[in-house]
């Protein structure tokens, strides 16, 4: 059965279950009306792939994509669980320094466990060394961290894939100053650990330079992989391993989206080439051009925000793209919904669900009597949300706004490494559709350089 006929696509684990599942049906004019993608249209956007699918595949098998193939190696995760075990002897708190990419992926797998979630963390967690981090240079944020902290129990990962990131290398010095202040600085090479690209002993980039003086250790980040597309590298996974997550399993997740790739008949059995023929498909035909994730869990927060900057940097090129959103259910039904709902029909939304969330609290029958939610007499919180979850793409549909739905069974390691290699793929493909390249961003360093000159 086509794509197109069924809506669905799904990716399945290595036990069997499966770990995503996608339906565009919500997109199509013929559930939505005069805004969805008609059959005809959809077919021409999944034709234009052919192509695009074909070669990415052979750049798969001839090695020359490795952020697919990263998915398959291991042995630099047996580096990278002995730096962190050695980094976090000892410690009470880690903090990651970075920006952009070298930050956003850690943030998400890292809230696969609770990361920034009050109350998120279980007992195993809590014994674990705190994770904060640090992607947005702010002096004020930045001075009350240091002066918080217990510096002789701290420990500070440095990632910056040029090794040249300005906002990351000022963080680095404020680090290393407040330590120099401490009394601490002979500690310097057992508080620090860099994360940076391969550079010429003879000519390495400022953080190795740095580092290399200070006696701290580096580890490699792949040389051809950009930031927003390493989270499956060290740069996400160092967060995963300090919060206890299984990095391993993390890759097996995302292999499977490869391996969904490389076992493709055509476009219209592979779910990212569809998500794409449906997203530049809405947006080249009508005016739907801003892209809404809208979660509906806590734990999958940080992942709408780091789609953001993978959708955003990889597409917005050339006069071209669209405007990536990022959204939280249930809490932004209170407020972007009505917009979505009811303002101009310009977004396109992926809502995302996790069918085994844990349900929370139950509401006895007298206090949902009491407050007003006879409805919710012996269901448990999460009832209500899974109820809203499914209430809302329903709704949208109604109103004549294209809405894709993605399914996740079980949140864990494995699912979330399909999910994120599943929105890079969606990315690449998307950027063929509209003849950008998805690896570059020359306007963001056109305001870096802009920036060192005005400090020079």
């Known amino acids: 059965m086509s794509t197109q006929d069924s809506g669905l696509t799904t990716i399945a684990g290595e036990d069997g279950r499966v770990l995503l599942r996608q339906d565009i049906r919500g997109c199509l004019e013929t559930r939505i009306g005069a805004s969805g993608l008609s059959e005809q249209s959809?077919?021409?956007?999944?034709?234009?792939?052919?192509?695009?699918?074909?070669?990415?595949?052979?750049?798969?098998?001839?090695?020359?994509?490795?952020?697919?193939?990263?998915?398959?190696?291991?042995?630099?995760?047996?580096?990278?669980?002995?730096?962190?075990?050695?980094?976090?002897?000892?410690?009470?708190?880690?903090?990651?320094?970075?920006?952009?990419?070298?930050?956003?992926?850690?943030?998400?797998?890292?809230?696969?466990?609770?990361?920034?979630?009050?109350?998120?963390?279980?007992?195993?967690?809590?014994?674990?060394?705190?994770?904060?981090?640090?992607?947005?240079?702010?002096?004020?944020?930045?001075?009350?961290?240091?002066?918080?902290?217990?510096?002789?129990?701290?420990?500070?990962?440095?990632?910056?894939?040029?090794?040249?990131?300005?906002?990351?290398?000022?963080?680095?010095?404020?680090?290393?100053?407040?330590?120099?202040?401490?009394?601490?600085?002979?500690?310097?090479?057992?508080?620090?650990?860099?994360?940076?690209?391969?550079?010429?002993?003879?000519?390495?980039?400022?953080?190795?330079?740095?580092?290399?003086?200070?006696?701290?250790?580096?580890?490699?980040?792949?040389?051809?992989?950009?930031?927003?597309?390493?989270?499956?590298?060290?740069?996400?996974?160092?967060?995963?391993?300090?919060?206890?997550?299984?990095?391993?399993?993390?890759?097996?997740?995302?292999?499977?989206?490869?391996?969904?790739?490389?076992?493709?008949?055509?476009?219209?059995?592979?779910?990212?080439?569809?998500?794409?023929?449906?997203?530049?498909?809405l947006a080249n035909e009508g005016e739907i051009d801003i892209s809404v994730m809208m979660p509906y869990a806590d734990r999958l927060a940080r992942f709408s925000h780091w789609y953001v900057q993978l959708w955003a940097e990889s597409l917005g090129k050339d006069g071209e793209g669209t405007t990536p959103l990022a959204c939280l259910g249930p809490l932004d039904q209170h407020s972007q919904l009505q917009l979505f709902m009811d303002g101009p029909k310009t977004h396109y939304l992926s809502v995302l669900r996790v069918n085994d969330a844990p349900k929370g609290p139950k509401i006895p029958k007298d206090l949902a009597d009491l407050v007003g939610v006879p409805f919710m007499a012996e269901r448990q919180v999460g009832d209500l949300v899974a109820a809203q979850a499914s209430a809302i793409p329903e709704a949208l549909g109604k109103a004549g706004r294209p809405v894709r739905t993605l399914d996740i069974d079980r949140l864990d390691e494995a699912a979330m490494g399909a999910l994120m290699m599943n929105m890079m793929l969606e990315t690449i493909l998307a950027a063929r559709l509209l003849e950008v390249n998805a690896f570059d961003q020359p306007a963001v360093e056109l305001a870096k350089v802009l920036t060192r000159q005005r400090l020079s």
């Open 42 to 281: 959809l077919d021409h956007w999944l034709g234009r792939l052919e192509t695009p699918l074909a070669e990415l595949k052979e750049s798969y098998r001839n090695g020359a994509m490795p952020h697919l193939s990263i998915a398959a190696a291991r042995d630099d995760i047996d580096e990278a669980e002995a730096a962190v075990a050695k980094l976090c002897e000892g410690a009470s708190t880690v903090v990651f320094l970075g920006t952009g990419g070298s930050s956003l992926g850690g943030q998400t797998i890292a809230q696969l466990n609770g990361w920034n979630i009050p109350g998120g963390a279980d007992a195993a967690q809590r014994r674990r060394p705190r994770t904060r981090f640090y992607d947005n240079l702010d002096g004020a944020t930045l001075a009350g961290a240091l002066a918080s902290l217990d510096l002789g129990a701290t420990r500070f990962v440095v990632i910056s894939k040029s090794g040249g990131t300005p906002e990351t290398l000022v963080q680095m010095a404020a680090a290393l100053a407040a330590i120099r202040e401490a009394g601490l600085d002979a500690r310097i090479p057992h508080l620090f650990l860099g994360v940076s690209d391969p550079s010429p002993a003879d000519k390495p980039n400022a953080l190795r330079r740095a580092c290399g003086q200070l006696g701290i250790p580096v580890l490699d980040h792949p040389r051809d992989i950009g930031g927003r597309f390493s989270c499956l590298s060290v740069v996400g996974l160092l967060p995963a391993l300090v919060r206890g997550l299984d990095a391993r399993a993390i890759r097996a997740g995302a292999q499977r989206a490869v391996d969904a790739l490389a076992n493709a008949n055509g476009p219209d059995a592979l779910m990212p080439a569809v998500a794409a023929a449906i997203v530049i498909g």
